[in-house]
């Protein structure tokens, strides 16, 4: 064969192999120029065995099965979960690497300003995993007994009253101050370095109050060592159908829920978006999913891209302006 027809000939085969790549590559939404092959990393900002571990350790064997390459958890936890975040928001948009992670997101965008990106504009939404509720307690031996005789004794006897939290700027002590903030009651802050101690002085009168995870509170509220005063859901739980949820002080939003979800770096493929987030949807509904999440006060919750983006967007707005307006830093 001549030369020139050799080199058309291998030209050919390059493209139809190029074709067949892309082609490939199309079908799990990712650029033509990346390995389809390759390991998908699901970066956790937090340390093994905490919430959101279990959720990337839960979704991933799935996403595993249905992409046909490996999904794998890797666990960068430091600095409020800002070292495995910035991690993700300086990774190539490929799909090789993606994040799994806590409203805490948003919360830190004020609590930490120099952090170097925003969870808003350097992020990608794929979808909400799951969302847990708070749950507001007292010690049985407290003189509170419901939700309406807490505001009026804060109103009457300010700073009298204090409230712990496992940290300054975390859920549990966001959701406080948002609850002063609309009821303009004054309570003292105790901050500790975890939940543990601060359950165990809750539970010793040390302190009068506290956000927990219903499922860090439920067995003591049942135990009658906890009184279950409010939730943070706009409904009442299941769990514990007789606690009035905050928006029952009719206040605007109160809805103090923690959620959960998977993003990636700023500008993924849609294409790769979208068969995540169809994943996700089929991998949320299994019974199996939701038995795994409710051992940490999960309930498994889908989301298309935009309304997680729309989510994501108004928390960082809310909780932004609290922060700035209570005066709240990081320790």
Known sequence: MHPSSMKALNLNRR??????AATA???????????TQAPVRLVVPFTPGTGID?????????????????FIVDNK???SGNIGTLEVVRSTPDGTTLLVTVNTLVMNTELYPKMGYSPV??????????????VLVTGSQ?????LKELISYAQKNPSVLNYGSPGAGTPHHLAMELLKSKTKISLTHVSYRGTAQALTDLLGGQIDLMFLPIHVALQHIKAGKLRAIAI????PSPLLPNVPPLKSLQLGDMNVDMWYG??????LPADFVRNINEALKAILAQPDVAKAFESQGMTPQYSTPQAFQSLIEADAKRWGNLIKTQGITAE
């Open 15 to 20: 493209q139809a192999l190029l074709a067949v």
């Open 121 to 134: 504009r350097d992020l990608t939404a794929i979808s909400e995993t799951s969302v847990g509720q708070l």
């Open 77 to 79: 936890p430091g600095a």
């Open 25 to 35: 590559a199309g079908n799990f939404g990712l650029p033509a120029f990346a390995n």
């Open 142 to 146: 407290s003189k509170i007994t419901d």
């Open 232 to 235: 943070s859901s706009d409904i």
């Open 262 to 267: 998977l993003l990636g770096p700023k500008g």
């Open 54 to 70: 279990l959720i990337a350790r839960v979704i991933g064997p799935k996403l595993t099965e249905r992409f046909q390459r490996p």
